[in-house]
């Protein structure tokens, strides 16, 4: 069982993640843009097991939250994975400077997805 | 009633016969100003009827759409693994209920089909592409293809080359030479992506310039097209008589780092074009070629100031450690600001071999030169 | 005598303008068209991942707006583009608008290689955020200028990238318009490379002249902000103002956008890029001088004196217009506000003319010369002082009993029923371009000004540019001596 918060601001990105990983293995939590994603992780006291973001948003960018997330202190980091259609090097490099534990640029491998969301999900078992 | 608005119509012809030019000219345009009103407004409603049609038309089918499609072809476990995905018989019975026989929608279906190819590749993708053929959905573009007017031939051509449908070499190539230079740039887009045979050919015989929109499309077409075979790009780069082409082939050389083409890269330092120059010393400097080094620093003093610093970035980029101390005369003695700040940014990033450079600098200079060293230094500051 | 010479003035003067407008009208229809034939295919997100991407300085400059300043600040560094970097200038705020940016975005004062090409009030410190997720936010803190155009100077020679944006800080900007913007630089179609000249007898190579059309700036339209809902600097819900007099503005920004701006596009005689949005190249902003602190139409002034020093060397240039409404500022909500706005701008107006008069009318100065300037001097500066004048005459006419009341009525209602007819155009070209409003009713309530625009809204705009230039007049006795301009920058053999 995986809690994750998938941020992302297209319609069907969140459609075909809920499909692939679905419930009751994975409970995936939708939010549209930055300002909503922060509003859920603080509800929740940064009670997800993995999340997934997109960089480019309204209010607050993929990095940001990236940030957030890593910034918040646990005794294990929630792993993050970075979904995005724009990913040239000075992003990626970004990225990796923030800390974040994947990076996968779409068009996505939806099985590739599962596969990296397993792996993160066991590391911090 | 009647008899009323005769007579002011009466009334009106005969102000307008009698009339001096300027009055008759002014009652001509009021009644085209009348017009052209009434017909803007006409226009507008059309307009927003129409957006607002196809507004309840997506909120209908799209929930629709995405629900075949999801249990259809992204998660659907009837699909076998071991056939390949663009062999699958896919069961098309399920989509009898979108109103397919219309165009608009197979238009909205094609449209999201695309979205979904935007979001997931691999076999789903292939499945997506598959149901695309089964469905006929082609057919339009097809049709698209033949219409008298470029932009929906360009439709058409984009709507191809997003969802790798093979066209005809014959069928692309006089679009190709199109007078219309947005037609001709889809056509080279279309022509690398699906044509089986010899995709960069059109390199050969364009004489018009690449315009930096069309490298960006061609760059992302041909970075993202997996299994197109990849020449050796010196042959332009020495023999293209076309700029754009040359600097666009350089950027490729850089992405496939193709050392093969050095060679022909270098040659261009003798180019007498001062743009291509530039490109091609960034060219070396993000492949890292560290024996033009020498030739690089060599070259320095006879070029105009952006060649001079594109050189110094490439020094930087190099990273050999050779050349520090010319970065650092460059530095100290030069009395253009750019230049000072590219000697400093490629002194810092030979950091581990300029180590005691640096701190020699950080200790001697002052004012200015001493505020850019600590600029190119601190890590916060990305330019 | 003077009286007919006059009257034939104002007929020929007035059917020129009408003509103007009409051809406008068409113009734009056009532009529009192609827009939109071409927006099917052109994908604007491939900017976001491609290493071909030019880089983006967006300038901000921010005088006392510690309410607003970190929504705004984060509604610009959310921009939906790759290379970008957002320079906001501090311009002596006296509130706690830099602290606010500080203490938000985690910044500390860095040691900045700032390079004075334009000169500027000084500046004293910059800032750059510790967490890498604002690495693209530079904030100066600077001496107060008493002027957007100096603060915004401070940001060019900062600024990193060969182009950039300049905006407020207050103006709410859709996510996709570096994209959209830079599209016209990079997809000019006139970019014709011929190589022409000798081997320079310095480095022995050919100086090779690019004979192509250059984009230095292009633009988009703006809309009035007021009564749209907007949450922390992001557009929620497009309306039409409510109130009368910024709904009045949205008409008329439209009209100067879609109907006016984009027909000037078409025949690359783009009069002015807005302040309040605008894209630029900088190497040539910074060869005609920057903006001029002095001035009080600094957009027009800067986009006239690059298109001089384009001119001066022999250079093409294209400034570009897009259709699309890609930025929302905030109307003067109120007459006192309005009118002190409007009487800026007809004093800035006349104050451009004056300054750029040795173009006027100069053949070598093609477009710019014989169109632009000639037009704002005919049909936008005497404009109001025409119009004063007639109401003047047509009011002694009346009194003396001189007038042919049908002949009068009907004349009346053509100039009314023309200019009803091209605002609507307007609205119409823009309803095409994209559906803004939710409902066709905000769309007809819209439409409704230009019924009542020649009644109201309009005495109101000759009202205040002719008291423009009236201070104009006033102000040039009192600094004549800060009239003094630099001018072009001198010029370059290459």
Known sequence: MGKILLVEDDEVMPKIIARILPPPEYEVDIAVNGKEAIQKLEANHYQYDLVITDIMMPYANGFEILSKVKSHEREKPIPVIIVSNAGNEDMIMEGFKLGVDDFLKKPIIPAELVIRVKRLLMRNK | ?383 | MIGIIFENFVFVYGLAMLLIYALLALMSNIGVRLFKKRSPYTDYSLLLDSPLTPGISVIAPAYNEGVTIISNVRSLLTLNYTRFEVIIINDGSTDDTLQKLIDEFEMVEVDFAYNERIITRPVRKFFKSTNTAYDKLLVIDKVNGKSKADASNAGINAAAFDYFLCTDVDCILEKDTLSRMIHPFLNEYQNKTKEVGDPCPECGYVHIVEDSTRVIASGATLRIANSSEVDEGVMVRVRPPSRFLPRFQEMEYIRAYVLGKMGWSMINAVPNVSGGLGLFDKEIAIKAGGYDHQSFAEDMDIVTRMCGYMLDNNLKYAIRYIPTTQCWTEGPPNMKIFSRQRTRWGRGLAEIITIHRHLLFNPRYKQLGLVVLPYNLLFEFLAPIIEALGLISIIWLALTGQINWPYARILLLFVYLYSVMITTLALCWDQLTYPYYKTTREVFGLTLMAFLEPFIYHPLIVFFALRGYWFFLIGKKTSWGNMQRQGFAPKKPN
């Open chain 2, 1 to 383: 009633m009647e008899t009323t608005l005769s007579d002011i119509l009466q009334d009106i012809r005969s102000i307008y016969y009698y009339a001096p030019l300027a009055i008759k000219v002014a009652i001509i345009f009021i009644i085209v100003a009348v017009s052209a009103t009434v017909l803007a407004y006409l226009v507008m409603l059309r307009s927003r009827y129409r957006n607002y049609r196809q507004q309840r038309r997506m909120a209908r089918m799209l929930p629709k759409i995405d629900e075949l499609l999801m249990n259809e072809i992204i998660a659907n476990p009837n699909i076998p693994h071991d056939v390949a995905p663009s062999k699958v018989a896919l069961d098309l019975e399920p989509f009898d209920e979108l109103p397919l026989h219309k165009r608009w929608g197979r238009e909205m279906l094609t449209e999201r089909i695309i979205h979904y190819r935007n979001n997931v590749s691999g076999t789903a993708g292939d499945l997506l592409r598959n149901l695309y053929l089964q469905l006929d959905l082609d057919k339009d573009a097809m049709r698209k293809l033949k219409s008298r007017h470029w932009n929906k031939k360009v439709e058409a051509l984009n709507e191809f080359t997003l969802m790798d449908m093979p066209i005809a070499d014959v069928t692309i190539l006089p679009l190709a030479n199109s007078r219309n230079r947005e037609l001709r740039a889809a056509a080279r887009q279309a022509y690398i992506k699906l044509s089986k045979n010899e995709p960069f050919k059109f390199f050969d015989s364009v004489t018009d310039p690449l315009l930096p929109w069309d490298q960006v499309e061609l760059y992302r077409i041909i970075t993202t097209t997996t299994d197109i075979a990849i020449p050796n790009f010196a042959r332009w780069i020495t023999y293209s008589s076309n700029k754009s082409v040359v600097s666009f082939c350089m950027k490729l050389v850089v992405h496939y780092n193709q050392l093969a083409a050095v060679p022909a890269i270098i040659k261009l330092l003798e180019n007498r074009d001062h743009t291509l120059r530039a490109e091609a010393i960034e060219a070396l400097g993000r492949l890292k070629i560290a024996e033009v080094e020498d030739r690089l620093v060599h070259l320095y003093t006879s070029q105009p100031l952006f060649c001079q610093i594109a050189i110094l970035k490439a020094l930087g980029r190099i990273r050999s450690g050779r050349h520090i101390d010319f970065l650092r005369n460059e530095f100290l003695h030069s009395t253009d600001f750019d230049l000072r700040k590219a000697a400093a940014r490629a002194i810092v990033k030979n950091e581990i071999m300029a180590r005691e450079v640096i701190d020699e600098l950080l200790a001697t200079t002052t004012g200015e030169n001493l505020l850019i060293l600590k600029h190119c230094m601190n890590p916060l500051i990305k330019y």
